[in-house]
């Protein structure tokens, strides 16, 4: 049923060294992919690239058609049974990359080197799917180079040295290069950037959610992943102000806090009283699958395009499925002026099943202070509470755990149970996750907000103020809010318990070394490159776009108008391109150079090529004629028919002729 047939390769095959240029453009290909791709796919790859290789140098078999559609059709079930889809980024990418490996094994005329080809350029671009960042584009350029060097080496050109071969590749990359610079900058774009991504290309991410139990935040505490980066038009604000809002969560089953229907959560009343000129700022969030959108507490207004949500909070139209850049303004002293409701405030102070004895006992001593808040956040302050990276898990009453047992945790347990207490204390109370903190960039003059620093805290209801946030991890751990999440995490390597030590103390054991300052200093530079290039490369969409195109005259652009432009300036690149490839001189020949020369030498002597004489029939009448010569002649006449007609000719051979012609004496007869 299944065959194998000794390979020969037809007339119009690339020869040999052709052949294995191209299986190592494949490899260079594939480093693109190797990290994405499983282990088990690489493993195949590599196995059909090797297969390639024996069948070129050793003669191995090539499969027969049966054997090669076995192979087609286990690919696909077994990339089936990886993403359980054919379709889609991922699934895409790993078939591709399979079929182009089985595509190898079957190529045997010219055409299928081609189509070979092609389809390692199409696999390189589709590297961009998953990062568009500068490394990507460099290396995907120096893969095109290599892919391009083999497509001007699979035509029976391998004789051309390597240096000549790369001068082509490059010679044809770069007249290429204006008119994909034409294309990129003035090809009608409709909607969204560079790379419009597929919908599995967000199935991935990870991040804050809209609901929060113990556990749930402190999850992100090793997510070291860009969250969004804020530019601000002066000074930042202080680290104690960098509360980022995104969710505002007011119901809860006593274990797990989340959003609650209708307007519960507050609604979009921004009325308040600010204390002070506003900060502005630009936010440069990335793609989040999600429609929330981060605001420096409290926003004075949604950005345009966004809509006001629950809470103060601010929301896309639609999730945000790629790079998003935003501007507000926000104010870090407030009071806001919202009313509460009698459902709203019912709501608010909810509370989910009966407290339990020690916490009815807790609850009274609180109810005989003046302020409750102040009581509460001195329980924490001065009882045995410790701000944790790695907290102990909690039972089915996880509120009377928390206070009474473990008295560990992080963010979330701290803020959870401080709105529980109020509530039970008849304070309504709610929850809010976001960020908090950030990471100042000098290299780039922005802020850098990672998923690590995400962070909860609680507000309660003041009928003299409205919602103020009251955030207990700051009197626990006063370091996570003053040096953030980075120096809890150095701290805790160090043994160090949040809470216990002075400023002075903290920040000496935050200095680092010399080298990790200067290690960390080159990461903020290569962000702040990062953020040029995905600023004005990647995030190149509608909007930049039509900024370009009023710069260049046009006063209304319309598809109309872009369309005449990319016409226009496509033309004038192939003209210019045309014009520069008919006025060079045509490259000459160092074979038939090196035949000219040692012609004249010969005809200094009295002895002329005739006009009809060949190379061959030359070197017979030179033998007749001038025995003397006819040996050093003829070796140089053997290896010039075998340079210009031979197939298996090598660039040294060319450097041996040229020497050959330039020793070359012949004294008169």
């Known amino acids: ?6 390979y020969r390769p037809p007339d119009d095959a690339p020869d040999r060294t052709a052949a294995n240029a191209l299986l190592a453009s494949t490899v260079a290909v594939f480093t693109l992919h190797v990290q994405r791709l499983p282990l088990w796919l690489s493993l195949v790859v590599a196995m059909l690239v090797a297969w390639r290789y024996l069948i070129e140098n050793h003669g191995w078999r090539t499969p027969g058609r049966m054997v090669r559609w076995a192979m087609v059709v286990a690919a696909t079930v ?10 889609g980024r991922d699934a895409g990418v790993a078939l591709l990359a399979i079929l182009i490996g089985l595509k190898l094994t079957e190529m045997r005329a010219f055409r299928d080197y081609v189509i070979a080809v092609f389809l390692l350029y199409f696999f390189t671009l589709s590297a961009f799917l998953f990062s568009q960042s500068p490394i990507t584009a460099v290396t995907a350029s120096i893969v095109t180079v290599a892919t391009t060097v083999t497509l001007v080496r699979l035509r029976n050109i391998s004789v051309l040295a390597a240096s000549r071969s790369l001068k082509m590749a490059l010679g044809l990359l770069l007249r290429a290069l204006p008119i994909m610079l034409i294309m990129y900058l003035l090809f009608p774009r409709i909607q969204g950037s560079l790379w419009a991504l597929p919908h599995d290309a ?53 274990r797990t806090w989340y959003r609650s229907r209708g307007s519960m959560d507050g609604g979009a009343d921004w009325r308040f009283r600010s204390h002070g000129p506003p900060l502005r700022y630009t936010v440069d969030s ?8 981060v605001a420096l507490d409290m926003p004075a207004l949604p950005p345009a395009g966004a809509l006001a949500g629950p809470g103060r909070t601010v929301v896309a139209r639609t999730p945000i499925q790629k790079r998003f850049r935003y501007s507000m303004a926000s104010y870090t002293s ?55 990276l790695t907290p102990p898990g909690l039972g089915d009453d996880p509120l009377d755990e928390f206070l009474f047992e473990s008295r560990r945790g ?90 216990q030590l002075g400023s002075a103390t903290v920040r000496a054991l935050l200095t680092r070394p010399w080298m990790t300052r200067q290690w960390q200093a080159l990461q903020l530079r290569w962000d702040a490159l990062s953020t040029t290039w995905n600023r004005w490369v990647t995030a190149y969409g509608p909007e930049s776009q039509e900024r370009l195109m009023r710069r260049l005259g046009f006063a209304a652009p319309s598809w109309a108008g872009m369309a005449i432009g990319l016409t226009a300036g496509v033309t004038a690149a192939l003209l210019l391109v045309s014009a520069t490839l008919l006025g060079r001189r045509r490259t000459r020949d160092p074979a038939a150079d090196a035949y000219s020369l040692i012609c004249a030498k010969l005809a200094s002597t009295g002895l002329q090529r005739r006009p009809h004489e060949g190379p061959l029939a030359f070197s017979r009448r030179v033998g007749i004629e001038r025995p003397d010569l006819a040996d050093e002649f003829s070796q140089f006449i053997d290896l010039y028919i075998r340079l210009r007609y031979g197939p298996d000719a090598s660039p040294s051979h060319m450097s041996i002729l040229q020497k050959l012609a330039r020793r070359f004496r012949a004294a008169p007869a």
């Not at 077994?78 to 379709?87: A, D, K």
């Not at 109810?367 to 410790?386: I, M, S």
């Not at 109370?429 to 000098?442: D, E, H, M, S």
């Not at 690590?452 to 103020?468: F, K, L, M, N, T």
Request: proline share 6%; hydrophobic share 40%; with cysteine.
């Open 202 to 254: 967000f199935g991935a991410r990870t991040g804050l959610t809209d609901r929060v139990a113990p556990g749930t935040i402190n999850r992100l505490a090793e997510d070291d992943e860009i969250a969004f980066r804020v530019e601000f038009d002066g000074p930042p604000p202080r680290p104690d102000q960098r509360y980022w809002r995104a969710l505002v969560l007011s119901a809860t089953d006593g």
């Open 334 to 388: 407030y009071a806001t002026e919202e009313t509460l409701s009698a459902a709203v405030r019912a709501h608010a102070l909810r509370t989910h099943g009966p407290a339990s004895r020690r916490l009815r006992g807790l609850l009274r001593e609180f109810r005989a202070r003046p302020d409750p808040v102040e009581a509460v956040l001195g329980f924490f302050r001065d009882q045995d509470f410790q701000y944790t």
């Open 78 to 87: 077994m990339v089936f049974n990886q993403y359980h889809s054919l379709l």
């Open 286 to 293: 990335e793609a989040t699958g999600k429609q929330w959108m």
């Open 1 to 6: 049923m299944f065959e194998f047939r000794s």
């Open 410 to 499: 992080y963010c979330e347990h701290f803020a959870s149970a401080f709105a529980s207490l109020m509530r039970h204390l008849g304070v309504p109370a709610r929850l809010v996750v976001g960020y908090q903190g950030g990471r100042w960039n000098p290299a780039g003059g922005y802020l850098i907000v990672r998923r690590s620093d995400a962070h909860a805290w609680s507000e309660v209801w003041r009928p003299d103020r409205g919602w103020i946030r009251v955030d207990p991890t700051a009197v626990v751990a006063p370091e996570r809010i003053d040096w953030g999440i980075e120096a809890l995490h150095a701290l805790s390597a160090q043994g160090v318990v949040p809470g």
